[in-house]
């Protein structure tokens, strides 16, 4: 049996998922199975994998059904303690295995650990997507850097997954029997990943490796920037959703969520710019608006609509009264 399974979900990836591929069988650690799940695709996808003759990849096929259906599949069919999933758009660096596998053997209380990721997209390269996207990793980071890992914290962890997700499928293994108690991922087309996380770590301990010892690719057939206005409506759901499980006192965690809406709410809203839809970018601010009283947001809405001259006299009048009598 290998120590670990190998999990690629692709769909209509025939023109990248061999580097994907290549990447896994490049690693330093050579115990593995690697378990490709065709979900659907029509491109060619089989011939791409076919051309591999290493005896440790399986080929399956299925019918279209998602990203975490996929995922599933694969652990269903992992014969290994532990299950690591690398989307078929992504990269490993050849130590990625060796370097995790090495710290959950000697940390058999952990049920997951995860990485940090260099960030492409395009031509910009970010060298750490933590530092990129996730300020709460930041400022805990801030106490020191952990190439090795870390246990992170369970309060630590709940209030980052509540606030935000940069723990990519790509950065993480998982222990297969915690995650089949965890119930696995939804079928959801975007956001599954998170949904599934904090389900998970209200099981499990989760480690972190302050490495990027992985590749994560943003590209143009990304989930992310396809359903902009779907992506937002399923995190707004799924935040608000954990907000009716948290007691009115835990003021820490539901100011996280409310941190969780408006990042969101930005970055959506950005993305609707880059495409020149100003009415969707400014419903999307005014929706977070609406849910959090972030009145940064309405700034935001009022600065997409209204002549910059007008925008900096608000953003004037606004500095000059407290926020709490906005939200009043």
């Known amino acids: 049996m290998s120590k670990v399974t190998v999990i690629i979900p692709t769909y209509n990836r025939a023109h990248i998922l061999s580097q994907a591929i290549e990447s896994v069988l ?33 080929y399956i096929q299925q019918a279209n059904a998602g990203p975490g259906m996929a995922r599933n599949r694969g652990v269903a069919e992992a014969t290994s303690q532990y299950v690591s999933f690398l989307d078929s758009d992504d990269l490993w660096t050849p130590d990625k295995l060796s370097s995790c596998l090495t710290f959950l053997s000697n940390h058999p209380e952990v049920g997951g650990i995860f990485h940090d990721l260099e960030w492409r997209s395009g031509d910009e390269v970010r060298p750490s997507f933590v530092r990129a996207h996730s300020a709460r990793m930041l400022a805990w980071l801030a106490g020191g850097s952990y190439p090795e890992g870390t246990l992170i914290p369970d309060r630590e962890l709940h209030l980052l997954l509540l606030q935000e997700v940069p723990i ?11 995650f089949k108690t965890s119930g696995g991922f939804n079928s959801w087309v975007w956001g599954e990943d998170w949904e ?8 499990n301990r989760l480690a972190y490796l302050d490495r990027p010892l992985g590749v994560r690719r943003t590209t143009p057939d990304s989930a992310q920037l396809k359903e902009i206005k779907r992506n937002f409506t399923v995190a707004c759901e799924l935040l608000s959703s954990q907000r009716s499980l948290i007691s009115s006192q835990d003021t820490e965690a539901l100011a996280a969520i409310s941190t969780g809406i408006t ?11 880059k495409r020149g839809k100003r009415l969707p970018a400014i419903n999307t601010c ?3 608006f609406a849910k959090t009283g972030n009145v940064e947001l309405l700034f935001r809405a009022l600065g997409v609509c209204l002549p910059i001259s007008l925008f900096r006299a608000a953003k004037t009048l606004y500095r000059g009264r407290s926020r709490a ?4």
């Open 286 to 288: 005014l929706i977070g």
């Open 26 to 58: 490049a690693q330093t650690m050579g115990d593995f199975e690697l378990v490709i799940v065709d979900d659907g695709s029509t491109d060619g996808t089989a011939e791409i994998v076919r051309g591999f003759s290493d005896s440790r990849i399986r």
């Open 263 to 273: 990042q969101i709410a930005k970055g959506m809203s950005w993305e609707y710019l």
């Open 196 to 203: 599934f996380l904090l389900r998970f770590a209200k099981q």
């Open 168 to 178: 990519k499928p790509t950065a993480l293994i998982v222990d297969k029997l915690a």
């Open 325 to 328: 009598s906005w939200i009043a």
